[in-house]
């Protein structure tokens, strides 16, 4: 997959013959001088390209195709810096498989006082233009998103940058592969879904590989690549043990899981605590260690959540605060709306959301039957961050996503030998909670730090499935007033 630096935006500028060639020239110099300016400000993730001052829609065609075909380029920013008829980008526009933003800017900030007449007025009229090209986005129904404000603003910037980070997530979303060493686990309903389905929508591809594949790669692993990997743990992590050939078979397996995934391409991957046939522990740390260099995971099968966390990081790329493999675990009921949600998981909580440098532990599991798996402990740290489930409600997918205040775990906890969050979600967990059930959410979940609700909104539009935030002005009775009108809506779809 071609990294996030690497990618383009191609920045499309509308207009049309009406103005004299003189106008033109003006436009494209303008035009030019945004883009060099948006890659010199450092704030936006990819590069803007740009392309033309389009004027016929032959052109909008051409670059429409252009970009469909063009592996670095991401997604499309549409601009109208003076008025383009927007029939004309009819033919053009139906045929866009890139995502598309549309900024709403003008190439000045404010209107010169005495030097405003009707050219100016003519050669700057976004105001205007804009409304036109704005309409048929609407009218042929396009997922787009609208970014407003002075294209110099951080602000407007900053919004941008949100999104070419989604447009990435989608770009990468359509090469997704994950290799399943485990069917689901057996008679959970939450972890199935449509993978046909799913690969249509998303681009994921999802597979299932024997154990006993796997292990044929664990046993070619050597001495010396596990010591390379021990020497790479010892700097990352603290040793918090004696038993050094625990974590050594955890190096083992982490080095053939992870020469699996690279020989296949692979962008993440689940396991089942009960079928790790030939394996001697269930892979704590070395799953661990994978999902911190970007490695989707999903537990006891579950390939929503692993597809769903790869994406997720690949929005986060580069910048991650962290993002994780989640799971509700258990709860602690306060007075005062103050009730916490404590997350963990049986091993397998990616590093990246740790507060402080992780500890290497080794405990015995209480199920599964294997010996006693080396993990990384921690608690994770506080801050504003998401959880967001991936759920298939028969004939549609819908993502739910719940804003939460994750704080400094409240306790101590000396006897949890696992990976551990704290978190609130908003409103309060008693309302957030409440919606989550209401709407399906799983228990397990993807945690970020970094992604945001408006990035896997606009995610979510351009994939064509449904979306469903829990806020801090999420009210049950309009909740489920959404749910319902939106069922009925995706019926029709
Ligand atoms: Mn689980």
């Known amino acids: 997959m071609i990294a996030l630096k690497d990618v383009e935006f191609w920045f499309i500028v509308g207009s049309q013959y009406l103005y004299g060639a003189e106008a033109l020239e003006q436009v494209a110099a303008h035009a030019e001088k945004m883009a060099d300016g948006f890659n010199a400000a450092g704030r936006l993730p990819g590069r803007v390209v740009y392309k033309l001052v389009a004027t016929t829609s032959d052109a909008i065609e ?8 063009d592996k670095k380029c991401a997604g499309i920013i549409t601009w109208m810096h003076t008025f383009s008829p927007s029939k004309m980008w009819i033919r053009g526009l139906g045929k866009l498989q890139k995502p598309y933003l549309h900024l709403h800017t003008q190439f000045n900030r404010e209107i ?52 070419m980070r989604t ?30 389905e799913t690969q249509i929508k998303f681009g994921w591809s999802v597979n299932t590989y024997p154990v006993g594949e796997l292990v044929t790669y664990i046993d070619k692993v050597t001495e010396t690549e596990i010591d390379a990997r021990m020497k790479e743990y010892e700097k990352k992590y603290t040793m918090h043990t004696d038993d050094v050939d625990s974590v050594r078979y955890q190096a083992k397996m982490e080095i053939a899981m992870e020469n699996f995934l690279v020989q296949g391409e692979f962008d993440g991957f689940v396991n089942h605590f009960d079928d790790l046939y030939g394996m001697e522990q269930l892979p704590g740390l070395a799953t661990q260690n994978l999902t ?89 740290k506080a801050g504003s961050a998401v959880t967001a489930s991936l759920i298939d409600m028969g004939g549609r997918m819908r993502l739910i996503v719940s804003d939460v205040e994750a704080v400094k775990p409240i306790l101590p906890m000396p006897n949890l030998p696992v990976a551990r969050v704290m978190w609130k979600p908003l409103p309060n967990l008693e309302t957030a909670a409440e919606a989550w059930i209401i709407a399906g959410g799983a228990h397990h979940s993807v945690l970020s730090y970094s992604v945001t609700a408006e990035q896997l909104a606009d995610w979510a539009e ?30 029709f779809r």
């Open 462 to 491: 351009i994939m064509d499935i449904e979306f469903v935030h829990i806020t801090r002005d999420t009210d049950i009775a309009k909740f489920k007033q959404n749910l319902l009108l939106a069922d009925i809506a995706w019926k």
């Open 292 to 380: 911190a260099q970007g490695y989707g995971f999903g537990p006891e099968g579950d390939w929503k959540v692993a597809a769903l966390a790869s994406v997720m990081k690949y929005i986060a790329q580069g910048e991650d605060k962290g993002t994780a493999l989640m799971e509700d675990y258990t709860y602690n009921f306060t007075a005062h709306g103050e009730s916490l949600i404590l997350g963990a998981h049986m091993l397998e909580v990616c590093p990246s959301v740790a507060a402080d440098r992780p500890r290497i532990e080794v405990h015995p599991l209480g199920i599964g039957g294997k010996a006693a798996p080396a993990r990384l402990v921690f608690e994770g």
């Open 62 to 69: 051409q670059v429409i195709d252009d970009a469909n075909h």
């Open 167 to 196: 447009a990435y997530g989608v770009l990468a979303s359509r090469k997704v592969k994950i290799a399943r060493f485990s069917d689901n686990m057996r008679d959970v309903a939450v972890t199935e879904g449509d993978k046909v």
């Open 112 to 163: 010169p006082n005495e030097a405003i007449d009707m050219d100016f007025m003519n050669l700057n009229q976004s105001a205007h233009g804009d409304r036109e090209h704005g309409f048929i986005g609407a009218r042929m129904r396009l997922p787009r998103k609208v970014v407003v404000g002075y294209w110099e603003d951080a602000a407007v910037q900053k919004k941008m940058a949100g999104w």
